[in-house]
């Protein structure tokens, strides 16, 4: 499950207990998180989180928190990409990125078949802001590449800010353009639901998106890698976190839920 958790903005304690409730009904075994926070000496949402569900957990804060901390006035709160796994994380790494200050968080899950590689990132955000993706993405993926294991193809999920027809998800998945590591393949899992539906990440029927001018958009992704029939095939793929818990919206973004074997 990957999933924008939209920091520490609007009534973010509601959105809290709506996360989680979204989090226990969902119940991944692998969650990762953009836009997690965490109060310096403080507080800290995926420890929060992974108390309360029983999960392991990996954080990796932004370099350049600045822009976030203006937007709430307030500098004491990190914010970065996080990993919730029900197994242990044998491994992190942390790669840069460039760009608002991103990065892209590696964790190794220990599951009981034998090790997962799982990413998460979070590009940067102008509509016009193609080329830096581009740029990133010529960062991220030899990154993954560094970071695979024999055992199960990566698993790359994220806030990509970017529509599937871009030239950065292009450039990740490898089909329509060469991938930049030769035989690194990352297949978008929304491919293989099957039906007509757009798959909207961004969607204006929720009202922390309303308030904005961009339209609907699908920018939130896992992609697996592609290596034949076996471990890591995508069996399903849907969306969660597309209702209000109480009355409360817990993100402006819906999840993407991927069951691979």
Request: net charge negative.
């Amino acid at each position: 499950m990957t999933w924008n958790v939209w920091w520490r903005f609007g009534d973010w304690r509601a959105r809290h207990e709506a996360i989680l409730a979204t989090l226990r009904s969902e119940q991944p075994d692998v969650c990762c998180l953009q836009e997690a926070w965490a109060v310096r000496g403080g507080e800290h949402q995926v420890e929060l989180l992974a108390r309360e569900l029983g999960m392991h957990w990996a954080f990796s804060s932004s370099p350049m928190p600045g822009r976030w901390h203006d937007r709430v006035g307030d500098t004491t709160i990190d914010v970065g990409n996080a990993v919730l796994s029900r197994w242990p994380i044998g491994a992190t790494a942390i790669g840069d990125l460039g760009g608002e200050g991103r990065t892209v968080l590696h964790a190794r899950i220990d599951a009981p078949d034998g090790p997962v590689p799982v990413f998460t990132t979070h590009l940067d955000s102008p509509p016009d802001g193609s080329a830096a993706r581009c740029a990133q993405v010529e960062r991220l993926v030899p990154f993954v590449a560094e970071h695979r294991v024999p055992e199960h193809p990566p698993v790359l999920t994220g806030d990509f800010n970017a529509e599937p027809e871009s030239d950065e998800m292009r450039r990740l998945g490898g089909h329509l353009t060469a991938p930049v590591v030769p035989g690194l393949v990352l297949v978008d899992a929304w491919r293989y639901h099957g039906r007509d539906d757009p798959g909207w990440t961004w969607d204006r029927r929720n009202p922390h998106v309303t308030c904005h001018a961009t339209p609907n958009a699908r920018i939130d992704y896992v992609l697996v890698g592609l290596q034949g029939p076996g471990r890591g095939s995508v069996e399903r793929v849907r969306l969660a976190g597309t209702v209000p818990h109480d009355g409360v919206w817990p993100s402006d973004h819906f999840a993407v839920v991927a069951d691979l074997r």
